[in-house]
């Protein structure tokens, strides 16, 4: 017997066996993608005395310190806090939950005059409007096209990378949508002024701050991966930060014959 999950009035199935990681891991070296000139991820050997922490050069265990910038370095999730001066608006204390029903869609920006490419909300829903169930959870995972490989590793600073229209996270706040995974860098351009508007409106900050949302950026979903509805698990470290490194799992949720 396969477990069960519960979404708008149907129960549907799932394999916790056969899970889809669409996460980008942190390793040292150049062919790691990067953004918003961050340093690239490093890991140190720690030294103390005759002790070195490393089997390779003779070390009984190998024992390392990690240099990671969360919003620059491989996949990451975020909180309100990303924009907010609230100590208490950390990753840590406001994704409490990490099991959520969430919809793939597949969508290609969209050149603007002034030379930038956008994912545009009428292309998000024109997207949703080919699946058959249409229902909208509280998790929408957008993949751009084209979906090449070099997003893996690709170096994003300076380029102007692709982003979303603002209107696109008001209509997910409009329907509920709590988590938004993306495999940009960034739901706003690289450089607006500091108006992040796509982040502010996503959040509602900072009128009415949408606590428990999260927006997952840097993740690569492989083509073998087909549009439709997944059950999303989001796995974080406990850091007390407004941002850190993350794991989004999916997995196929499926109904069973007699559904």
């Not at 208490?88 to 490419?117: E, I, K």
């Not at 950026?217 to 509805?229: R, S």
Request: charged share 15%; glycine share 6%.
């Amino acid at each position: 017997m396969l477990p069960t999950f519960p979404h708008a009035g149907r129960t549907y199935t799932y394999d916790p066996a056969a899970p889809l990681d669409i996460s980008l891991p942190l390793a040292p070296g150049p062919d790691q993608v990067n953004c918003f000139w961050a340093e690239p991820v490093q890991f140190d050997t720690i030294r103390v005395g005759s002790f070195v922490g490393s089997v390779a050069l003779g070390g009984s265990t190998n024992y390392q310190r990690v240099h990671v910038t969360p919003h620059g370095n491989g996949t990451h999730t975020e909180c309100y806090g990303h924009i907010s001066s609230d100590p208490a608006a950390t990753l840590n204390q406001c994704l409490r939950r990490f099991l959520f029903v969430a919809r793939l869609v597949s969508v290609a920006p969209r050149p603007q005059p002034n030379g930038d490419h956008v994912v545009l909300l009428a292309d998000v829903q024109a997207a949703l409007a080919t699946q058959l169930d249409r229902s909208i959870p509280e998790a929408l995972v957008l993949r751009t096209l084209p979906n090449d490989a070099a997003k893996r590793t690709r170096q994003y600073s300076g380029t102007n990378p692709t982003y979303i229209e603002p209107a696109l996270a008001e209509f997910l706040v409009k329907y509920n949508v709590q988590h938004l995974m993306l495999d940009l860098p960034s739901v706003d351009r690289e450089e607006d002024a500091g108006q992040l508007l796509a982040h502010h409106a996503f959040w509602q900050y900072p009128a009415q701050p949408r606590r428990e949302a999260t927006i997952t950026e840097l993740i690569f979903v492989p083509d073998a991966v087909a549009d439709g509805l997944y059950l999303l698990n989001i796995q974080i470290t406990s850091l007390e930060l407004d941002a850190s490194p993350s794991k989004p799992v999916l997995y196929c949720l499926s109904l069973p014959p007699e559904a």
